[in-house]
């Protein structure tokens, strides 16, 4: 008997809280049989060896995909790009086509390869071993590309972005997990975690206390959504339309002080407050918005029936992420979290311009 014999395993739940803890690529590992194309989700993937140049992945025998690859003798590893989450979520779900709407095309192994995803990884099954619950398929790399585009990852059971975002100095991580993608996937957003996001809104700061903002929402498919979505500007209707909800960013341009109705010389300032922390709250929660400065504002106030004596700051959009590939080919290179100017180009000491 070897040494290690009589060491009682882990439990299941802590090997799976383990294993959470390794953030991992996220594949969709596609094969074919016949004139039917088969795919599935995984992050159990390795390289094996540079000479010859080999992986590995690791299936469980319970897929459909798992006696389709064992058969076929081949497969494909597709790492889908970071704005590639919803594709990761219908290959991990029982969909009766995840192909149904996705664009791919036949590589030289007979598998399918995605398109736009960060790179792929074409194989011939060279050994399979079962271990447990799961077969080890090793393969021989016969083909394969790199694209520019960052891969997704999968840590914590979340999806995840290895954005180039990076501080001059440290900050908490939400501000720079919050992005403003465009990509929405296709869902309702509930009433009372919407209010959460609104309620965080109102706790902004604000001169004199005079709360400027409003917010005015339409939910996708309620009454006047349509007319919401017709009053933004085309380049944002084209993708808004997914989006679970819309919210107007409205401020009252007045504001009470010593008794009387002045102008208030911060309303928008204040409300730009509100914005952020409604942003930061969704992100929290893992939402995503995308403010829009891009509307007709006479047909806006029109349509939402806003009084003259409120301005209408910004539109935003709120949603789950959703898959960037569904996006006009003029917007899917710039669905990626976006870098800042440095800080010695935005502060300065004493004099404007100073260093």
């Not at 107007?248 to 922390?277: I, L, R």
């Not at 996006?327 to 404007?352: C, Q, T």
């Amino acid at each position: 008997m070897g040494r290690h014999s009589n060491i009682a395993l882990v439990s299941g739940d802590l090997f799976k809280s383990l294993m959470r803890n390794i953030a991992s690529s996220v594949a969709v590992i596609t094969t074919n049989q016949g004139d039917r194309n088969h795919g599935m989700t995984a992050t159990a993937m390795c390289s094996v060896s540079a000479d010859p140049a080999t992986i590995l992945i690791v299936v469980n025998r319970s897929t459909r995909s798992h006696p389709i690859i064992s058969a076929t003798k081949s497969f494909t590893v597709n790492i889908l790009a970071e704005n590639q989450h919803a594709i990761g979520g219908r290959f991990a779900s029982k969909h009766d086509d995840p192909f149904d709407g996705i664009e791919y095309r036949i590589g030289t192994n007979g598998s399918p390869i995605i398109k736009g995803v960060a790179a792929h990884i074409e194989c011939a099954t060279v050994s399979e071993i079962d271990v447990g619950t799961h077969t080890i398929f090793v393969g021989n790399v016969v083909g394969g590309d790199v694209s520019r585009a960052h891969p997704l990852v999968y840590h914590e059971g979340e999806y995840k972005s290895l954005s180039p975002r990076s501080t001059d100095r440290e900050v908490a991580a939400m501000f720079l997990e919050r992005w403003s993608p465009r990509a929405f996937a296709d869902g309702e957003i509930d009433d009372e975690l919407l209010m959460s996001f609104f309620e965080a809104a109102r706790w902004a700061p604000s001169s004199m206390n005079a709360q400027p903002w409003r917010f005015v929402y339409v939910k996708r498919g309620a009454p006047g959504w349509q007319a919401l979505l017709d009053a933004l500007s085309n380049t944002n209707r084209s993708w808004a339309s997914q989006a679970s909800a819309l919210i107007a960013f409205v401020s009252k341009e007045t504001m009470v002080f010593g008794g009387k109705e002045v102008a208030s010389p911060t309303h928008s300032f204040d409300t730009g407050a509100a914005w952020m922390s409604f942003a930061l709250q969704a992100s929290l929660s893992g939402w995503h918005t995308h403010g829009m400065a891009g509307f007709n504002g006479e047909k806006l106030r029109e349509v939402l029936a806003v009084p003259t004596s409120f301005s209408i700051n910004a539109v935003a959009a709120i949603g789950k992420l959703g898959d960037g590939a569904s996006l006009p080919e003029h917007l899917k290179l710039r669905e990626i979290p976006s870098e800042r100017n440095a800080l010695a180009d935005l502060v300065f000491n004493g004099k404007f311009g100073a260093e």
